[in-house]
T-cell receptor, first 110, second 112 residues
Framework: RKEVEQDPGPFNVPEGATVAFNCTYS??????FFWYRQDCRKEPKLLMS???SGNEDGRFTAQLNRASQYISLLIRDSKLSDSATYLC???????????FGSGTRLSIRP | DVKVTQSSRYLVKRTGEKVFLECVQD?????MFWYRQDPGLGLRLIYF???????EKGDIPEGYSVSREKKERFSLILESASTNQTSMYLC???????????FGPGTRLTVT
C-alpha cells in the first residue's frame, strides 16, 4: 500500500458545484495533516492545516478520520479559480516522514 | 507575508558542472527542505535541515549535498550535474510549531 493515496482525477465539475475528494494514508503515527493546492507550473501553496477532527475555512472544509486513516477536502460553491491540483500531506513528528500525495486534479468549468 | 525565494527560476547547465541552488526564507523558520518534482513522480524530498548546520537525508539524496550556514539560507549543491537531474527543484520552509510548509517559486534546471 502506498503511504499516501489520492485519486488522481481529473474531477471536472461545473462552477458552483460542491466537490469532495479523499486522501488515505498508511502511517498511523501521522499527527498533523495538510492540504496544498498547486497550479500548473507553480509551486504548492498551503491551503489548510488539520490537527484534530477537521477544519473549515470559508468554502473549504477538511475532515480527518483517524480510525479509517483518511482525510477529505470539501469545496463548496466552486469557482473557476479553484481549478488546480490538490495535494494531501500527512505529517509525523519527524520532518523526514512528510510524504506528499501525488495530487488530485480539479477542473472547474463555466 | 511569508516569503521564500530561490536564486534562479531557470537554469541550464552542462553535464559534470557543479551547480548551486540557493533558497532564502524571511520567516525565521527552523525547518528548510529541498524537493524535486518530476511528472508522474510527485514531490520527492532530497534533504532537509532542522537547524543551522544540521541536515538529514530525504528519500533521494544521491548526487546532492546541502549547506545551511545561516538560519535563513539553505543551499542545494549538485557536485557533478547529470542529465537525470534535470527537474523542477523546490525549496520550502516551516516552523517547528506549525509545520505547514511554504514553498519558493522553484528552479527549473536543465542539464544538457
Amino acid at each position: 500500500r502506498k503511504e499516501v493515496e489520492q485519486d488522481p482525477g481529473p474531477f471536472n465539475v461545473p462552477e458552483g458545484a460542491t466537490v469532495a475528494f479523499n486522501c488515505t494514508y498508511s502511517n498511523s503515527a501521522s499527527q498533523s495533516f495538510f492540504w496544498y493546492r498547486q497550479d500548473c507550473r507553480k509551486e504548492p501553496k498551503l491551503l489548510m492545516s488539520v490537527y484534530s477532527s477537521g477544519n473549515e475555512d470559508g468554502r473549504f472544509t477538511a475532515q480527518l478520520n483517524r480510525a479509517s486513516q483518511y482525510i477529505s477536502l470539501l469545496i463548496r460553491d466552486s469557482k473557476l479559480s479553484d481549478s488546480a491540483t490538490y495535494l494531501c500531506v500527512p505529517s509525523c513528528s519527524s520532518a523526514s516522514k512528510i510524504i506528499f500525495g501525488s495530487g488530485t486534479r480539479l477542473s472547474i468549468r463555466p | 507575508d511569508v516569503k521564500v525565494t530561490q536564486s534562479s527560476r531557470y537554469l541550464v547547465k552542462r553535464t559534470g558542472e557543479k551547480v548551486f541552488l540557493e533558497c532564502v526564507q524571511d520567516m525565521d523558520h527552523e525547518n528548510m527542505f529541498w524537493y524535486r518534482q518530476d511528472p508522474g513522480l510527485g514531490l520527492r524530498l532530497i534533504y532537509f535541515s532542522y537547524d543551522v548546520k544540521m541536515k538529514e537525508k530525504g528519500d533521494i539524496p544521491e548526487g546532492y549535498s546541502v549547506s545551511r550556514e545561516k538560519k535563513e539560507r539553505f543551499s542545494l549543491i549538485l557536485e557533478s550535474a547529470s542529465t537525470n537531474q534535470t527537474s523542477m527543484y523546490l525549496c520550502a520552509s516551516s516552523s517547528l510549531l506549525e509545520r505547514g510548509q511554504y514553498f519558493g517559486p522553484g528552479t527549473r534546471l536543465t542539464v544538457t
